[in-house]
């Protein structure tokens, strides 16, 4: 049977896929099974960031000879060992970790810690904003999924952009109250085209939550471990979360992971309430494949940010003297980058364009996202760069 038929048969979608058939990656790379090589400005929405087969990475998932599964309840090392990893890595107080299985399982599990230590069962999110795809992470994203689902959670209020001093204001008024359990955002909101937040309101927030016994939930899902040319987008703001989910590039690809990670102080009050059972929560396969893709960004972590933060610029400063039709709002961090425009048929086109010349770029309704590997070379991004401009 026709690929497209079969698909459309037995796979469940929202949309359409695209025209492309994957075949193969490699560095910047993804070629389709015609032979086709395409420049890949997308790295699977943050998730490749060491680009596509690294030699580290993958010499580790083929040597792996350890168990094939390990029972959540028993001792195992590498567990110990990825857990003070991220402890190590991850800004502030944070040090113990809880696994799970990727993005939306640990952002579930921080609001159900948030609530498990506060005793309360109020959300405050930014409006518009995505987190997951479970009853609870939809409840704190667009205020739309009411309108499709009608039994999400109660009492989670949303803050409009754009994030500045007045909607601190309107933050202060939620959290006065004392009965919101947590305050969830992403340090650079990657699913409004890479919004990034006013340095005011972040530190108020923080400020906010800790006058009024909130927690600061911080998401990096998409912008951790350098995606936007720190190790965690929080760093930009000088914040210090209370608690802070993980995923997509935790593995580089090479397995499905995510984490939770909190403080002790937090971990040790709600050890008797809360243990975010996962049967799958870090396979020892995927855990063998995240100490390595770590290992390796901590190795190299000085050049790769360099790269990230000097070629996010250069994207920052060669895209807004570019003709799009109409207006095009261009913002971001490192290689998190978005574009909005004003037609949503019109971003469309251009990612369809894109890659029929080469190129792959994320185009969801008006929002184009660029989202490079960060080792990327500045010949590959400049060609890239080159296709887009001739897309537009």
Not at 305 to 312: K, W
Request: contains cysteine.
């Amino acid at each position: 049977m026709n690929l497209r038929l079969l698909d459309r048969k037995y796979l469940g979608r929202q949309e359409e896929p695209d025209d492309f058939i994957v075949g193969d990656s490699g560095g910047s790379y993804v070629t389709d099974t015609r032979g086709r090589t395409y420049i890949d400005f997308m790295t699977g929405w943050c998730v490749g960031n060491l680009g596509w087969g690294n030699t580290e990475i993958r010499a580790a998932a083929r040597k792996y000879e350890g168990p094939e599964y390990v029972y959540p309840g028993h001792l195992y090392r590498p567990w110990a060992e990825l857990a003070e990893l991220l402890a190590r890595i991850t800004p502030g107080k944070l040090s113990v970790s809880y696994r799970t299985t990727g993005g939306t399982e640990s952002v579930d599990g921080a609001l159900q810690m948030a609530m498990a230590y506060t005793g309360r069962g109020k959300f405050v999110s930014i409006e518009d904003s995505y987190h997951g795809n479970s009853i609870a992470t939809m409840s704190i994203g667009a205020s739309g999924n009411r309108k499709k689902f009608k039994n999400l959670l109660p009492h989670c209020q949303k803050i409009k952009p754009p994030l500045d001093g007045k909607a601190l204001g309107k933050v202060k008024t939620l959290l006065e109250k004392r009965d919101v359990a947590a305050f969830i955002m992403e340090p650079v909101i990657c699913n409004l085209g890479a919004m990034v937040p006013d340095e005011e309101f972040v530190r108020g927030v923080r400020a906010l939550c800790t006058r009024y016994g909130t927690l600061f939930i911080a998401d990096e899902v998409a912008t951790g471990f350098g995606r936007t040319g720190k190790l965690f987008a929080c760093e930009h703001f000088g914040l210090e979360p209370d608690v802070l989910c993980m995923a997509k590039a935790i593995t580089g690809g090479y397995g499905a992971m995510g984490a939770v990670i909190t403080t002790p102080a937090i971990a040790k009050a709600i050890k008797e309430d809360f243990g975010l059972y996962s049967t799958y929560g870090w396979h020892p396969r995927a855990v063998a494949v995240a100490l390595a893709n770590l290992r390796y960004l901590m190795r190299h972590r000085a050049q790769l940010l360099r790269n990230t933060t000097q070629l996010g610029d250069y994207f920052l400063t060669r895209l807004p003297g570019m003709r799009f039709k109409g207006k095009a709002d261009i913002r971001g961090k490192g290689f998190a980058i978005g574009i909005e425009v004003d037609d949503e048929r019109y971003a469309s086109r251009v990612g369809d364009k894109c890659r029929k010349n080469g190129l792959l770029v994320s185009a969801e309704e008006n929002v184009l996202m660029i989202f490079p590997a960060l080792n990327i070379a500045r010949e590959t991004a400049e060609r890239g760069l080159d296709i887009f401009e001739q897309a537009l």
